[in-house]
């Protein structure tokens, strides 16, 4: 039986899944050209090659476990630094400095990378689920300032976003372009908390 290094079985087994999700990962991030074979990801996360077989049946079904594992947690972190930032308009700094922390760290590599190589309909919709998440604490953060089409809004400060993340994938300093974003979009941000919020006529 093999040696067990975590207090139960399950902990253990809970383990091993984690270091084979983030080994199949790190390998993506760093080859987007393919999907990495079983073998590849059992010997970057120091298993041996069968061992992969007690969690994943294919690399197809290695591949989906990783989409569903990628986008929850990268919605997860971007939600909980906007939780954690106090006006409305430092919420909407959070969502950027967020992602493109999150790009920094070769999240966005990895599910450009499933796009190139995972098949069917389960990354379409994790995906698709991931950016209708995101976009509601975005918009109520927006609306609470009181601008007028916060839906609108919330798309030009993705399209910045985008922009950054290409800046940090191409090679630019991550800290100096979160710096670079923030100083865009603060003033503009800033200033609509100061402006009076509009009241609805009857």
């Known amino acids: 039986m093999p040696r067990i ?10 383990a091993q899944h984690r270091a084979l999700l983030d080994a199949a990962r790190a390998i993506l991030a760093e080859d987007s050209g393919q999907a990495p074979s079983l073998a590849a990801v059992a010997s970057r996360a120091g298993l041996a090659r069968s061992s992969i077989y007690e969690y994943f049946r294919s690399r197809e079904d290695l591949l989906d476990a990783v989409v569903a594992d990628v986008f929850p947690r990268w919605s997860a972190r971007v939600s ?13 700094l959070a969502y950027v400095d967020a992602n493109l922390r999150l790009v920094a760290d070769g999240e966005h590599a990895v599910a450009r ?9 389960h990354l379409e ?7 209708e998440q995101l976009a509601i604490p975005l918009i109520e ?26 800046l940090i994938e191409s090679g630019g300093e991550p ?10 979009l603060a003033p503009f941000l800033l200033g609509a908390q100061r402006r009076p919020r509009r009241r609805n006529r009857a």
């Open 125 to 131: 919709a994790s995906s698709r689920t991931m950016h």
């Open 80 to 92: 909980d630094a906007m939780a954690a930032a106090g006006t409305p308009g430092d919420r909407v």
């Open 175 to 184: 800290a100096a372009i979160r710096e670079r974003a923030g100083e865009l």
């Open 5 to 14: 290094s975590a207090p139960t079985v399950a902990e253990h087994r809970a």
């Open 141 to 166: 953060a927006l609306t609470a300032l009181g601008l007028p089409d916060p839906a609108t809004t919330a798309e030009m400060i993705n399209s910045i976003v985008y922009a950054a993340s290409r």
């Open 113 to 121: 990378a499933l796009a190139a190589v995972a098949q069917g309909q």
